[in-house]
Structures are given as structure tokens and as C-alpha cells.
């Protein structure tokens, strides 16, 4: 990249666990962090909508530390420049803020000290950063991901389609991961692990087979943080009624929430999505699109 090129990062958000897949699934939603990146004589950042004007705008910002991490493992240094940046993912509400951030840092990285890097290299690096495969495996491929994250290897089966419609519901509080690991119990049964394990593998059966009814109801089914997390995001169980009340497949909680996810026939999300709004003013309802190009690169040469 040279003085007067222009780089523009495009990542998706993403949304975790769809109930049992707990911290192995992630799916791509139609939310995105867009950084457009030019040469300069300082690291700056420059947000530029709403949802990102409170982010650091120097070297303490999260995309810069993750993007110096990367080259400084290759060996590179990564070259000073201005970042624009915007945001349509609501921060702190499981919608995958800080895995698009982590993609998009390592794509920074990958492109301005020249690494090559193949995506199975940056789904380690991202995986290593977040300690789970599922939302930065959403964020870097798109669609729907099935991962494993372990210390010396990270797995990854890639789902090309999902052929469901997505709404989501968005309190107006926030709730920090750390807040919703601290409510998950230290250990569980024997007897109550095997089936938290039963009802996941039906939940991957039933997206395989393409039987939405089953996901949805192994979605509601999930025993490994739902039922625990319920004392944090009170909606869950009324926005889980109403759902299945309005004809959707079901509804599971996104990632640490307090976001819920709707899945519902295609073609009517926006329905639901108009149904469910009159019984959740408070909240934010819209349909969004699933994902399926995942981190999109482009660059602009200047002649």
C-alpha cells in the first residue's frame, strides 16, 4: 500500500451459541464495522457515526493493539495511518462488536505489512485473541461456523446457507460478557452435561437437514447458560412466548445478550418483525439479513 491509496476493511457482526451451541456457534448478521484506512503520519482513528464515538482514537484502541500484535509476530512493523470508522453494531449488546473489531484488526495487519495470511491462519490468530471460535469464525467467513478452540489447534466446519429469517431484539441496557460468565455455573452434572451435549448435536442436526421447527426448538431447550442468565435479561422468556406465538421457529439469546435472535420462515421477518416491535416498544426489533461473504476487502489505487 502506498501514500494515497485507500484501504477499505468491511467485517460483519455475529451472533453466538444459538442457544446450545455454547461458545462453538456463530452466524453472520447484516450489521457491519467499515474502517477505510489511508496512509498518514500518525495512528489515528476518526469515528464517524454514533455507535463508535466514544472509541479510543490513538494507539489504546483495541483494532490498533490487536493490528500491532499481529505484525509484531511476523516481524513487521505496522505503518502509521488514519482510519475512519463506523459502526452499525450496537456495542455490549452480543452482537459481536469485539470479534469484528479483532477481524478487522488482523485484516489491518495482514494488508499493511503485506502477510498473506490464508484464513485459517487469521481464524487461529482471532480465535487465540477471543479464546472461541464462534463470532470471529462468523466475522472472517460468513454464515454459520461450527468451531473448536483449543490451545494447540483451532477446527472450523464452514456453513455456506441458512435459509431462515433473522429478527432481533435489542433492550436498551447493556450487558458485558464478564458479567454474563459470572452467572454460569463452575461445573455441571454429569447427567445434565449429557444432555446440554444431546440437545446441541440435535440443534447442528437439525441446521444440516435444514428441519428449522427442530432448531428452534432445541433452541429453547439449551441447559448450558440460558436458564442462567435469564436473572440478567428478563425479555428472554416473554420475547421467547411471543415469538413461537407469531409463528417463528424459535429464539435464542445472542452471544452474552441481552440481544435476543427471532428465526422465523423466509420472507417473514419483516411480519414478525412488525409484530413483535407493538409488544416490545422499549426495545429495538428489526429483521437483519445473515451474512454470507464474511471480511470484504477492497483497495483503491491512487494513479
Not at 153 to 171: A, C
Not at 261 to 280: D, H, I, M, P, R
Amino acid at each position: 500500500m502506498k501514500e494515497g491509496d485507500m484501504l477499505k476493511i468491511k467485517v460483519p457482526g455475529s451472533t453466538a451459541n444459538l442457544g446450545p451451541g455454547f461458545d462453538s456457534i456463530g452466524l453472520a448478521l447484516g450489521k457491519y464495522l467499515t474502517l477505510e484506512v489511508e496512509l498518514a503520519s500518525e495512528l489515528k482513528f476518526i469515528p464517524m457515526n454514533e455507535h463508535v464515538k466514544d472509541i479510543p482514537t490513538d494507539r489504546s484502541n483495541l483494532i490498533a493493539k490487536v493490528a500491532e500484535q499481529v505484525a509484531d509476530k511476523y516481524g513487521k512493523t505496522l505503518p502509521s495511518c488514519e482510519i475512519k470508522m463506523w459502526s452499525d453494531i450496537p456495542l455490549a449488546r452480543g452482537i459481536g462488536s469485539s470479534a469484528a473489531a479483532v477481524i478487522a484488526a488482523i485484516e489491518l495487519a495482514n494488508q499493511l505489512c503485506d502477510l498473506r495470511l490464508t484464513n485459517e491462519e487469521k481464524m487461529r490468530i482471532a480465535s487465540l485473541e477471543e479464546g472461541h471460535p464462534d463470532n470471529v469464525g462468523a466475522s472472517l467467513y460468513g454464515g454459520l461456523i461450527i468451531g473448536l478452540h483449543e490451545q494447540d489447534s483451532t477446527e472450523l466446519v464452514h456453513v455456506k446457507d441458512m435459509e431462515v429469517d433473522v429478527v432481533v431484539v435489542i433492550p436498551t441496557y447493556e450487558v458485558f460478557t464478564s458479567d454474563a460468565r459470572n452467572v454460569l455455573p463452575k461445573t455441571l452434572e454429569f447427567k445434565t452435561a449429557v444432555e446440554a451435549s444431546a440437545i446441541s448435536n440435535m440443534l447442528i442436526a437439525s441446521i444440516f437437514t435444514k428441519n428449522w421447527s427442530l432448531m428452534g426448538k432445541m433452541m429453547g431447550k439449551d441447559l448450558f447458560h440460558q436458564p442462567y442468565r435469564q436473572k440478567l435479561i428478563p425479555e428472554i422468556i416473554q420475547v421467547r412466548e411471543k415469538a413461537l406465538e407469531f409463528g417463528a421457529w424459535g429464539s435464542a439469546l445472542s452471544g452474552a445478550g441481552p440481544t435476543i435472535l427471532c428465526f422465523t420462515e423466509q420472507g417473514k421477518g419483516n411480519e414478525l418483525a412488525k409484530k413483535l416491535s407493538v409488544v416490545f416498544p422499549a426495545c429495538t426489533v428489526d429483521p437483519v439479513a445473515i451474512d454470507f461473504d464474511g471480511c470484504v476487502v477492497e483497495q483503491t489505487v491512487k494513479k
